[in-house]
């Protein structure tokens, strides 16, 4: 039988709960755009102040966005780096696992691809956006 690592894109876009809202026949289309990628603690995902290539969905584990102002945990079932794609500006903050993670990356023109044939998909992740960018500016 074949070796199963829990890897498999499709297992791990159904543990995201954001994406089972989307009905499960639309799940393996997503799955296919989504390359599971797993990081170390300490590992360092995204830099603040570099352009913005990918957006990043978290399957398993915990990371920690460093903002200008102060750090914000983020979890199994949260996205981040969606930022820099929407805003077309530089990263807002410095990420890294703070456990060993599964993430599902999500390059810039599948984000596009995605975002525009998944309204419903746009429109989370606009509002999750805009909620940072708010607090990112108050605090
Ligand atoms: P981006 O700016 O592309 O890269 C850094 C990421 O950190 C950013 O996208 C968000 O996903 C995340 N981030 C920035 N500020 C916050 C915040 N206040 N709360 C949660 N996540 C944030």
Redesign the pocket.
């Known amino acids: 039988p074949k070796l199963d690592l829990g890897l498999e894109p499709t297992k791990l876009v159904a543990k995201v709960p954001f994406f089972t809202k989307i009905g499960a026949h639309r799940i393996s289309e997503i799955a296919s755009m989504l390359m599971p990628r797993l990081v170390v603690p300490g590992e360092r995902i995204?830099n603040?102040g570099e352009p913005?290539t990918a957006?990043y969905f978290i399957s398993s584990g915990a990371v920690e966005?460093t903002?200008k102002y102060q750090p914000?945990r983020?979890g199994s079932g949260d996205?981040?780096?969606?930022?820099?794609?929407l805003t077309q500006?530089p990263?807002?903050?410095t990420?890294t696992a703070i456990s060993y993670c599964q993430l599902l990356v999500l390059q810039l023109d599948d984000f596009n691809r995605i975002t525009s044939a998944h309204p419903y998909l746009q429109e989370r992740i606009t509002e999750v956006?805009g909620k940072?960018l708010d607090?990112?500016m108050l605090i």
Do not use: N, Q
Not at 79 to 85: K, Q, V
């Open positions: 995204i603040r913005g957006m966005a903002t914000v983020l996205f981040f780096g969606e930022l820099a794609l500006e990263r807002s903050a990420v956006a940072r607090l990112d």
